[in-house]
């Protein structure tokens, strides 16, 4: 039996939570009602310059839920489908948007997080428990890209992006190895770091300046890096660098968003005019407010706020899908989350 969209949304939220699903849905399913009216009240227009960037006619829709923490969603157009990982339950699951089916893809992930797709299409994977990265081939099996920096183990790759040069970035914090929840535990044999896997394979080390480095993106020209700084006190820190003209060399370290009103910043992408579309949720911190916090905040390129799209949940990770790149889907703590927006994914 597959579990479908409609089996959830047909249910009110107190018929949900008695109801008995199927297994892949059975971790915590999360009630959800859509908006009745136009436009969706969810989607806030901070300043006028989002206005565009919103259909009026669109609202928040929940295509799946039932996961315990869910991170790292990517897109598939090629088969019309979005892989994202349900870290704490060692799996990744899929929706398929042809079908509004949502199932287990991969039932043994390495408690996967983030992932990306190379230049040839292929699966980028960020796992916790192997402390690696890899990439599945098309035949399935699999390559590992970096496991080891200079002889030590990296810590639990999180993030990735692939630049159009064929390089690949990640963010190595110790979230994975600090717990049993999405990992093992373990000691680090490395601080915090960010790497860089070069065309032909090489590892080089990016920066190790940034405490708990979580979402990494790349400007739509490729011109800038931003990388989010997790565990940066007393705020979170989305960090803005030039790209040389070499591709790699990195400049001009500037704090482009500053997430002071306590926000969790996470993971974020960037779309077709530079604007960051970030994950966001409540930091824990005494005072901060999930149900005004949790879900979607967008910043230009300057880094100013120009709208917020509200969820029910925090919102750990996102990606634009759909045929024209302009369905954001929001994987958000035990429900993936779906939004037409005026606006395409830069990558």
Not at 169 to 183: Q, R
Not at 186 to 203: Q, W
Not at 300 to 318: D, M, S, W
Request: net charge neutral; hydrophobic share 35%; glycine share 10%.
């Amino acid at each position: 039996m597959v579990y479908t969209r409609r089996n959830v949304i047909a249910m009110s939220g107190a018929a949900l939570a008695g109801a008995v699903l199927p297994k892949v849905a059975a971790a915590q399913s999360i009630g959800f009602t859509p908006s009745p009216i136009y436009p969706d009240p969810a989607i806030q227009v901070l300043d006028p310059s989002f206005a565009k960037y919103r259909v009026a006619s669109s609202s928040l829709e929940q295509v799946a839920t039932g996961a315990r923490w869910l991170e790292g969603p990517v897109w598939f157009g090629d088969g019309r489908y979005l892989l994202v990982s349900d870290v704490p339950n060692n799996r990744v699951m899929k929706y398929d948007e042809t079908n509004e089916t949502w199932s287990v893809f991969n039932p043994n992930s390495n408690y996967s997080n983030g992932h990306a797709r190379d230049m040839q299409g292929r699966l980028l994977s960020c796992e916790h428990l192997t402390r690696r990265v890899t990439r599945t081939e098309y035949d399935g099996s699999i390559t590992v890209l970096a496991d080891n920096y200079k002889g030590k183990k990296l810590n639990s790759p999180n993030d990735i992006v692939c630049k159009s040069d064929g390089s690949i970035w990640f963010t190595d914090p110790t979230f994975g190895i600090a717990g049993e929840w999405e990992g093992d535990k373990a000691e680090p044999e490395l601080p915090h770091s960010v790497y860089r896997i070069s065309p032909d394979g090489k590892l080089s080390l990016v920066t190790d300046e940034l405490k708990g480095p979580n979402g990494i993106a790349f400007s739509e020209d490729e011109k800038k890096l931003y990388i989010v700084e997790g565990r940066a006190q007393p705020y979170r820190i989305v960090w803005s660098y030039d790209v040389a003209k070499d591709g790699f060399s990195l400049s001009n370290k500037k704090a482009l968003i500053t997430a002071d009103d306590n926000g969790g910043l996470d993971g974020f992408k960037v779309d077709v005019d530079g604007n960051l579309w970030c994950g966001w949720g409540s930091s824990g911190a005494a005072g901060a407010k999930p149900e005004d916090l949790n879900g979607v905040k967008i910043f230009n390129k300057a880094g100013k706020p120009i709208g917020f799209i509200k969820l029910p949940e925090r919102c750990p990770n996102l990606v634009f899908g759909g045929p024209k790149k302009n369905r954001l889907y929001m994987a958000s703590s035990h429900s993936v989350y779906a939004l037409y927006v005026e606006t395409r994914g830069a990558v």
